[in-house]
């Protein structure tokens, strides 16, 4: 069954940078592409990015982009997000979660389970 | 940047009643308006895809409808379950952007 496992929730202070994991499993992982969101707290979905997983082509939302960096690892069947110059308004929980295929326009049709983030000094 | 705007944002409803929540668009979309459902500390669930689709394993008392800038998403005979928050998600356009949710309160 399709599977996408994210690392565990993270602590860092202002100014700090952090990179969450999403290990994808159950499909081939560059039929798909991932996609990044977060949700802060009581909050609604925003999204940050996607990264296609065959070609490694990237987008993110302009609101982030400077800080933002979505690679991801085809022989590990894992994608990154790497957030940089943390602010107390980036804890959130965050999401990956997979295209119904690798185009930018598909559906979202599995979840990961959220890492929490919290930046805090 | 397309914004989607759900109505209501807030809904109690007693259990086999019938729920219908709206989602309507800053600009045409197609049909590439997506349902999810999202109970407290769990991640989003997919239910419609591309407005009328539903996803495997989604009970058939859900059901979508709508294209360009108009969608629905309605919940037949409401079980106590559903209780959730919903959203819509536009893929039509990135940024990719989601609807304020509708939080269904079940009596």
């Known amino acids: 069954q399709v599977q996408l496992v994210q690392s565990g929730a993270e602590v860092r202070k202002p100014g700090a940078s952090v990179k969450i994991s999403c290990k994808a499993s159950?499909?081939?992982?560059?039929?798909?592409?991932i996609h990044w969101l977060r949700q802060a707290p009581g909050q609604g979905l925003e999204w940050l990015g996607w990264?296609?997983?065959?070609?490694?082509?990237?987008d993110s939302s302009q609101k982030i982009q400077d800080r933002v960096t979505i690679t991801r690892d085809t022989s590990a069947s894992t994608a990154y997000m790497e957030v940089i110059r943390l602010t107390s308004e980036d804890t959130a929980v965050y999401y990956c979660?997979?295209?119904?295929?690798?185009?930018?326009?598909?559906?979202?049709?599995?979840w990961g389970q959220g890492t929490l983030v919290t930046v805090s000094s | 940047e397309i914004v989607l705007t759900q109505s209501p944002e807030f809904q109690s409803v007693s259990p086999k009643e019938k729920v219908t929540i709206t989602c309507r668009a800053s600009?045409?979309?197609?049909?590439?308006l997506h349902w999810y459902q999202q109970k407290p500390d769990q991640s989003p669930k997919l239910l419609i895809r591309?407005?009328?689709q539903s996803f495997s394993g989604v009970p058939s008392r859900f059901s979508g409808s709508g294209s360009g800038t108009e969608f629905t998403l309605t919940i037949n005979s409401l079980e106590a379950e559903d209780a959730a928050t919903y959203y819509c998600?536009?893929?039509?356009?990135?940024?990719?952007?989601f609807g304020q949710g509708t939080k269904l309160e079940i009596k």
């Open positions: 600009q045409s979309l197609g049909r590439s």
């Open positions: 159950g499909y081939t992982f560059t039929s798909h592409s």
């Open positions: 591309y407005a009328s």
């Open positions: 998600h536009q893929s039509s356009n990135l940024p990719r952007t």
């Open positions: 990264i296609n997983a065959a070609n490694g082509n990237t």
């Open positions: 979660t997979r295209g119904a295929d690798g185009s930018s326009w598909s559906d979202l049709d599995f």
